[in-house]
C-alpha cells in the first residue's frame, strides 16, 4: 500500500491552513497542505466564469493599518510569515457606513471619524462609547484560554442606547458572528478592532494576490500541496490521530495534523457515516453553526461612481427596529445586509476595468439545501432581485432602466454553494458559534486552526494557522 | 567566532524577522524590547532562526539571556564552534 510519512499534515488550503504550512515549512518540518477543492482559498477564494475573474468570500481585507504601524494583526503576520508588506499590494478603503432606516455612521481607516460621529449622533452616549473603546483596546483578544464573556453584556455596561448598540454590532457581526445576536466579547473584540480601530483594503487584483503570494512562501518554503485531495476519515488509535485517509483511500500518517475545517467536521473523520443529525450523541458535534449567507454580484460596464456610488467601500445595512442577527427565518432575510463596491478602494491612478456590486444577506441552509435544480435557480432568481432592491435603498437612487443597460454578468452564492466549497454544516460561513481557542481536540496530536479556533478576518484566519502551528508543533505545547 | 561576529549573525536574524524595523543604531547594552517593537513571538522565531541557521539551542529557561545584543552575545558566542 502506497504509505507516507510526514511531521505535519494540514487539513484545508485557505487562509489558516496555508499560514500554518508556511511556518512549519520555513522551519524545515516536512508538511504536506490536503485540499478537497481544486482551488485553494477556502472561504476567501476566486474563480472564472465566462472569462471574468470573481472573488468570493473577501470584501475586504480587515486589519487593515498604514505602513509603519506596528504591533497590530497585520504586522505580526507579515513578520511571521516573512512576507514583505507591499507584496500584498494593499490599497485603503474610501469610507464605509452603517446605514440603519433613521440613523447613519460614517467611517473610514481613520478611527476620529467614527468617533465624532457617535459623539454627533448619540451625544448622550458618548462618553460610555469612549469607556469601551479603552476596554476594547486594552482587552488581550489572542488570549488563548480566556473564558468566554457576553459582548451583549459588556457593551450594554457601557452603552443605553439601543439603536447604537445595534449600530456597532451590526458591522462586528456581519464580519464575524457564528453566534446569533450575540457574540464573546474576545470575538468582538478582535472584529471591533479589525474594523474600526484598523480599517479595510483590497488589492486591486482581489483575494487571488493574497493566497498567490502564501502558496509561493509555502512552495519556497518546501511545503508539500496535494490538490483535489479531500480526507475521508482520521483513524485513532490510543488516543492519537494515528492515520490519515484519503478520499481515494490512499492512508497517510503524520507526527501532527492540523485541521481548518471546523470542529464538528474534524470530529466528523473521526466517526464514521456521522451526520449533523446525529449530533445528539455528542456534545462537541451540537457546535455547529446555523448562520449562513446569500452574496450576489453584479457587474456593470461604468464605474458605480457615475452614478453617485463613488464613495462607500462598504455598506452595513438594516432597516429593521432591532437589527436582528439570526438565521433567516425564510430563504433570505433582506432586511439587513452588507454592500461591498469593489470599485471604491484608493487604487491611484490604477481602476478596476469593470463595475462591481456585491450585496450579502442571511440566509437559510435548509431551505436552500434540498431544492431541486429547476426550483433552485429560480429561487435564486428572485432572491437575486429581492436582496439588490433591498441594498439600494441605502444608496443614492438609480433608475432601474439605467443599472439594467449597463449590467454585463450576474452571479450568486447560496448557503449550498458554500457547503459544496467549504465542507461547513448548515453552510454556516463563520463555522461553530463556541470556539476552540486553544485548538486542541480529543485526540493528542489533532488540533484546530482557523474559522472554529476562533481568530476572525483573513488576518485572523492566517494568525490562526500561524498560533496553533507555533504553539502545539513548533513549541511542543500540545 | 567574535562577540561582534555574533551580534552581527543576530542582527542579520532580527532584520530577516523585523524588516520594518530600524536596526542601524541599536545600543548594544539595552534591552532588545524597549528600542524595537519585539514581541513575544518575535523572540519565539530569534530562537528558531538560531536553530535552523547555526544549530544552536536555547532552552526556554535561557530566553532571558537574549535580553539585549550584549547579553545574546555572551551567551551565544561560545555555544558556536571555536575555531583552533
Redesign the interface.
Known sequence: MKHTHYDAIIIGAGMSGLAAGIRLAH??KKVCILERHNAPGGLNSFYSFAGRKYDVGLHAMTNYVA??V??TPL??L???L?I??EEFALCPQKQSRIAFRDCGLRFTNDFAVLDAEVAAKFPAQADGWRRLVGVVRTYDDVSLDAQPVSAREVVGRHITDPLLTDMIFCPVMYYGSAQEQDMEFGQFVIMFKALFLEGFARPLDGVRVIIRVLLEKYRSAGGERRMQCGVARIIEEQGRAARVVLDDGVELTAEHVISSIGVAETLALCRSGFTPDMSGLNPDLQNIGQLSFIETITVFNRQPAEWGWGDDTIVFFNDSDRFDYVRARGQVDVRSGVICLPNNFAYGDRTLSEGLFRVTCLANYDQWAHLPEEEYQADKQRWFTAATRSARRFLPPVDDAVLASAQLATDMFTPRTIKKFTGHFNGAIYGAPRKIRNGRTHLSNLYLCGTDQGFLGIVGAMLSG?SMA?YHV??GKG | MTKDDCKKLVIDIISDIAPDEDLSAIKPEIRLRDQLQLDSMDFLDIVMELRKRHGIEVPETDYGQLASLESCAEYLTPKFPQKS
Request: glycine residues 22%; charged residues 35%.
Open positions: 522551519f524545515g505602513p509603519g506596528k504591533g504586522g505580526k507579515l513578520r511571521q516573512r514583505e508588506r500561524i507555533n513548533l513549541q
